[in-house]
């Protein structure tokens, strides 16, 4: 898939230096930061997750077994 993104002058000098450096693509480099992007907003959910009972008066495993017996 094809996206249209707009970059200012000085983006667009600087990707293509470092395309030029590193010998790749322009698109490649875009497509590795997007990744990078994505996988560190991804870790950044995942770690949200730790520590959210540890504040609670109530054990993880009391409460999940509570609520599974009122099925």
Partial sequence: MRALIDMN???????????????????ALIREAIDDYLNRHHREQIEDGFGLWSKRKVDGLAYQEKVRGEW
């Avoid at 002058?9 to 698109?27: F, Y």
Wanted: zero cysteines; a positive charge; glycine letters at 0%.
């Fill in 9 to 27: 002058d000085t983006q667009v000098e600087a990707l293509d230096t470092l395309a030029k450096r590193v010998r790749r693509s322009r698109a």
